[in-house]
T-cell receptor
Framework: DAGITQSPRHKVTETGTPVTLRCHQTENHRYMYWYRQDPGHGLRLIHY???????DKGEVSDGYSVSRSKTEDFLLTLESATSSQTSVYFCAISGPQGAGNTIYFGEGSWLTVV | GENVEQHPSTLSVQEGDSAVIKCTYSDSASNYFPWYKQELGKRPQLIID?????GEKKDQRIAVTLNKTAKHFSLHITETQPEDSAVYFC???????????FGTGTRLQVTL
């Protein structure tokens, strides 16, 4: 398995609180992604990064922000968590040649907003 | 942007039978089509992929076909086994947007 670590793996938080999920990779890959997975919707892209400090929005970016200050770390922040953000969040990385290569997923972070 | 539709949403087959899952995509610029298998509570894992310059690819019991003209691609699993039971996702990658768009998944159940 690709060297991808997500933390925390499970979190319960209250509505209105900020939450940060961390993705750490040891592969030195350029591209990193955050997806959320919900029943009936498959995997939907939230944000992605194509380099340090280079990020772009995905299809469901509202309510989320990201940062990438180092190649190995990609942070996803929910500024003020809502119940609709209860989901499983997957970080992913793309191969060394850049985008268009095999995308590998982390183990996921289960977030519950109550 | 890219839109990927996947059918069926659920599929039940008997052990030993074949299973076929179909996907269509909208962006003619998409050029890479992976398939992922996800077991309950686990991460999606790549099982096979195909690029736009290839029409078919096979790996043991699984194969993928691509029809660029019709913008559809399919996953074929032969001689299904209980361990094939999982959710399968197709996806399409568009290089110009650097994004992988997923279908909504197919829950495959292989019964004895």
């Amino acid at each position: 398995d690709a060297g991808i670590t997500q933390s925390p793996r499970h979190k319960v938080t209250e509505t209105g609180t900020p939450v940060t999920l961390r993705c750490h990779q040891t592969e030195n890959h350029r591209y990193m992604y955050w997806y959320r997975q919900d029943p009936g919707h498959g995997l939907r892209l939230i944000h992605y990064s194509y380099g340090v400090k280079d990020t772009d929005k995905g299809e469901v970016s509202d309510g989320y922000s990201v940062s990438r200050s180092k190649t190995e770390d990609f942070l996803l922040t929910l500024e003020s968590a809502t119940s609709s953000q209860t989901s499983v969040y997957f970080c992913a990385i793309s191969g060394p040649q850049g985008a268009g290569n095999t995308i590998y997923f982390g183990e996921g972070s289960w977030l519950t907003v109550v | 942007g890219e839109n990927v539709e996947q059918h069926p949403s659920t599929l039940s087959v008997q052990e030993g039978d074949s299973a076929v899952i179909k996907c269509t995509y909208s962006d003619s610029a998409s050029n890479y089509f992976p398939w992922y298998k996800q077991e309950l509570g686990k991460r999606p894992q790549l099982i096979i992929d195909i690029r736009s310059n290839v029409g078919e690819k096979k790996d043991q019991r699984i194969a993928v076909t691509l029809n660029k003209t019709a913008k559809h691609f399919s996953l074929h699993i032969t001689e299904t086994q209980p361990e094939d039971s999982a959710v399968y996702f197709c996806a399409a990658y568009t290089g110009t947007a650097s994004k992988l768009t997923f279908g909504t998944g197919t829950r495959l159940q292989v019964t004895l």
